[in-house]
Nanobody, 125 residues
Framework: QTTLVESGGGSVQAGGSLKLSCAAT???????MAWFRQAPGKEREGVAA????????YYADSVKDRFTISRDFAKNTMYLQLNNLKPEDSAIYYC???????????????????WGQGTQVTVSS
């Protein structure tokens, strides 16, 4: 059974930083993993992804150069470092994992099979 558990969310002021964690059980983080976020009244959107053993990474334009995705194989945990946070980054952040390479691309929510419960990130101005 695959489970994903996020942690690390919180409330910060604009310009601050957070580090989110996604601990996986029953799934190897060497496969296809991603972070998504969903703000109230908005669609769930892809933020970043890291795929396969070679660690190819993808980022949404809105977070490029501010967020960094990484993995710790020993802990079977994926991370998302959030720097220079902006109020528009406020959302529930979810980690996701796929059994096979998502056919719709890294940012398509429909390509992922398992989801965590989410962790809230709130950025105040």
């Amino acid at each position: 059974q695959t489970t994903l558990v996020e942690s690390g969310g919180g409330s910060v002021q604009a310009g601050g930083s957070l580090k989110l964690s996604c601990a996986a059980t029953g799934y190897s983080i060497r496969n296809y993993m991603a972070w998504f976020r969903q703000a109230p009244g908005k669609e769930r959107e892809g933020v970043a992804a890291v795929w396969t053993n070679d660690g190819t990474t993808y980022y949404a334009d809105s977070v490029k150069d501010r967020f960094t995705i990484s993995r710790d194989f020993a802990k079977n945990t994926m991370y998302l470092q959030l720097n220079n946070l902006k109020p528009e980054d406020s959302a529930i952040y979810y980690c996701a994992a796929a059994r096979l390479q998502p056919s719709g691309g890294w940012s398509s929510r429909y390509g992922y099979d398992w989801w965590g419960q989410g962790t809230q990130v709130t950025v105040s101005s």
